[in-house]
């Protein structure tokens, strides 16, 4: 122990080490950290769908035109970070899921933001209805509960009333009393004036609750302020707050600037003991594993410890173990049961033997008994004899223990066995009920034992199954992760031209459109250069389509196949029309805003100078396999495909759509392999082809192929 602190290599229980020390709650400065990623991550995103795996965590498919998707995990009271694992989704959503989908889906993130310093994080949306907000409590059994702009709640994960605030349809959110000052805020004559008033209470314990920091780290502060944590704070220097303040704000610092160097802590057998966005004195001369980002190490680890979790309560160990217990019991009970009706069975097969064995004598005495009530003598007056008779050893009175006036019937103990014998019934009725009894034992000790043997079946099975989910508990990461790898995303190796709609032409330029106004400005202002030249066609609802020179002349060729791919793609190809109008010009010709100075949105782009036109280009794409190694399709501009395959169809704008379109093209385009290539190209799907159709839409022109 230095400092109050635990030292890694002190001579303590390593088993409690690593339970002190594993994660238990996702801190304040871990939502600093992670939100200060996600903000650049989620700008721009829009929502694809909405997920839910359990009672509590949910995912956000979310959708950016330069990037590869990206998922999203919110579970309540717990963790909020970017995940690049594909859970396995419930088949039936939940009432919850189904809600957000309702008001989220499709639309924008538009920002998020932790509350003050608290585990309270704001994720915002723009909707077509306008503003929404979905408000995350990380602490406690935590909550997700969706709000308007006016934070008036729409649905919550859980509603419910409490002390200090409800949680209710069309109420107005009130978020949780403080957990203590917001220590960005805080000022180190606050700070001094807290330890002041805090007298006697521990140091580590007043930072805690004046700052709501956390234990974890209100411990490193104390650590870095080399400052005992068990010191009472009244006890402390001028120079230990100031101490203690300095290093707050350097961990404030490193957190909120982004200096991060997240790694997951390790234990001595390579389990995951915590998760860091920095490097903790607390943790000097443990193992640590570095991640590129700190939501990658959060992925990492949750998904570790969550999938373990996950796997256990699908056996639901502690409801397997309560009745394991349980099981224990009954079988216990069953034997002691059983113990006890064989024994009586026993004992009361020889009581019936005993009466038999002495019959005569008994008989006899029961003779006398009944004669002496006949003659007028009270039962009480007989027995008295009986008893005076058994001072003197005189039998059968010897066998007389005592008397049951109420049931007449005398308690007897011959040849150490105790018994009642009652006077109304004969010797043989006497014997036959303890025989009767017996039997009834005996029988009820062989149901007893059926149940028995069925009971020590269940608890066998059940105790193996008890043992799976404590092995599975005491898997090594390695062991974890390497299941778990096998569901993770994979992040596609694609070029960048991949995210977009794109073909090169029979001459080898590449040719690139957008997909939706996102894209459109993404496309024009990131991956344009001055010698390129962009394609707009002279319609509402046109891609932008760049031809990239790469250090070449764009020949007319390129220009041709890329101007007819602008009029296919652009919402002529929806009205049917047989022609468009395109325009080309160069890629600094375009501006974001007027000559006066007006604005345009986003998408949008202002054509300044000289339009190139190409008048009545006709509406027309191709599609075509290639059967190789490996069968592709092709799509775009009808030269363009021509050059790389004779297997090709043309179409043209129509009005068959969807997937009857798709399965046409995909039966002609099948009909002009022959037997050997059918056979190689094996299963094709329809999805395959979609993207190289405008809108889904159109009809094939046969007579071109």
């Given at each position: 122990m230095e400092n109050g602190y635990v030292i890694a290599n002190s001579n303590i229980d390593s088993k409690r080490l690593v339970d002190d020390l594993r994660k238990k709650e996702f801190s304040s400065f871990d939502i600093v950290a992670a939100i200060k990623e996600l903000k650049t991550t989620l700008a721009d995103c829009r929502v694809n769908n909405i997920y839910q795996l359990d009672e509590k965590t949910v995912i956000f498919k979310l959708h950016k035109t330069d990037m590869s998707p990206i998922r999203l995990v919110v579970e309540a009271g717990r963790r909020l970070h970017a995940t690049s694992y594909a859970e396995e989704n419930p088949a039936e959503p939940p009432a919850f899921c189904m809600a957000l989908r309702k008001y989220l889906r499709n639309a924008w993130v538009a920002g998020i933001d932790q509350y003050e310093f608290e585990r309270i994080v704001t994720v915002s949306f723009r909707t077509k209805t306008g503003v929404l907000k979905l408000v995350v409590e990380l602490f406690g059994d935590g909550n997700i509960i969706l709000t308007n702009d006016n934070n008036v709640i729409i649905h919550a994960l859980a509603f419910k009333k409490m002390r200090d605030r409800d949680i209710l349809h069309n109420v107005i959110?009130?978020?949780?009393?403080?957990?203590?000052?917001?220590?960005?805020?805080?000022?180190?004559?606050?700070?001094?004036?807290?330890?002041?008033?805090?007298?006697?209470?521990?140091?580590?314990?007043?930072?805690?609750?004046?700052?709501?920091?956390?234990?974890?780290?209100?411990?490193?502060?104390?650590?870095?302020?080399?400052?005992?944590?068990?010191?009472?704070?009244?006890?402390?220097?001028?120079?230990?707050?100031?101490?203690?303040?300095?290093?707050?704000?350097?961990?404030?610092?490193?957190?909120?600037?982004?200096?991060?160097?997240?790694?997951?802590?390790?234990?001595?057998?390579?389990?995951?003991?915590?998760?860091?966005?920095?490097?903790?004195?607390?943790?000097?001369?443990?193992?640590?594993?570095?991640?590129?980002?700190?939501?990658?190490?959060?992925?990492?680890?949750?998904?570790?410890?969550?999938?373990?979790?996950?796997?256990?309560?699908?056996?639901?160990?502690?409801?397997?173990t309560k009745e394991a217990e349980r099981m224990r019991r009954m079988v216990a009970e069953q034997e002691k049961s059983i113990s006890e009706d064989e024994a009586k069975a026993e004992r009361d097969k020889i009581v019936g033997n005993t009466i038999y064995a002495h019959f005569n004598e008994l008989q006899t005495f029961q003779e006398q008994l009944i004669k002496a009530n006949q003659q007028g003598h009270e039962w009480d007056a007989i027995v008295t004899a009986v008893l005076d008779a058994k001072k003197t050893g005189k039998y059968p009175a010897a066998y007389v223990e005592s008397f049951d006036g109420k049931n007449l019937a005398l308690n007897l103990g011959i040849d150490s066995f105790h018994f009642s014998f009652n006077l109304r019934d004969s010797l043989f009725d006497n014997a036959n009920r303890y025989y009767e009894h017996g039997k009834r034992a005996k029988e009820k000790s062989q149901g007893a034992l059926s149940a028995l043997q069925d009971s020590k079946r269940k608890l066998a099975r059940i105790e193996r199954e008890l043992s799976e989910a404590e092995a599975l508990k005491n898997l090594k990461p390695a062991e974890i992760m390497e299941a778990l790898s096998k569901r993770k995303v994979a992040l596609e190796n694609k070029e960048w031209y991949e995210k977009f709609r794109w073909f090169t032409t029979s001459d080898g330029f590449l040719v690139v459109a957008g997909k939706d106004t996102v894209s459109n400005e993404v496309l024009v202002k990131k991956y344009t250069s001055q010698e390129d030249v962009v394609f707009h066609a002279e319609i509402t609802g046109s891609p932008f389509v760049i031809v990239k020179a790469e250090g070449r002349v764009i020949s007319e060729q390129a220009l041709r196949e890329a101007g007819e791919f602008a009029a296919s793609f652009s919402r002529a190809w929806r009205e049917n029309l047989g022609t468009a109008d395109v325009y080309w010009v160069k890629v600094d010709q375009l501006a974001k805003s007027g000559p006066s100075g007006e604005s345009v949105p986003h998408g949008a782009f202002f054509v300044v100078g000289k339009r190139n036109w190409m008048r009545n280009t006709p509406l027309r794409v191709a599609v075509g396999i290639i059967v190789g190694e490996e069968t592709s399709f092709v799509g775009g501009s009808v030269d363009a495909v021509k050059a790389k395959t004779k297997i090709y169809l043309v179409i043209q704008p129509g009005d068959s759509e969807g997937k009857e379109l798709l399965k046409q093209i995909l039966k002609a385009l099948m009909l002009k392999l022959n037997k050997e290539q059918r056979e190689k190209a094996g299963k094709t799907s329809i999805e395959q082809i979609r993207e190289f159709v405008p809108y889904t839409k159109g009809m094939l022109n046969l007579k071109a192929a």
């Open positions: 959110l009130e978020l949780p009393p403080s957990s203590g000052k917001n220590p960005f805020k805080v000022i180190l004559e606050e700070l001094e004036e807290a330890f002041r008033n805090a007298g006697e209470t521990e140091v580590v314990r007043s930072t805690v609750r004046f700052l709501g920091v956390g234990g974890v780290y209100a411990e490193e502060i104390l650590l870095r302020a080399n400052v005992d944590k068990t010191k009472h704070c009244s006890a402390l220097t001028g120079d230990e707050v100031k101490g203690i303040f300095e290093a707050l704000q350097t961990l404030l610092a490193a957190v909120s600037g982004g200096n991060l160097e997240p790694c997951i802590v390790l234990g001595e057998d390579g389990e995951f003991l915590d998760v860091v966005s920095l490097k903790l004195r607390r943790y000097e001369g443990f193992k640590t594993q570095a991640y590129p980002s700190f939501n990658q190490a959060l992925d990492e680890f949750y998904l570790r410890v969550t999938v373990a979790e996950r796997a256990i309560n699908r056996v639901e160990v502690d409801k397997i």
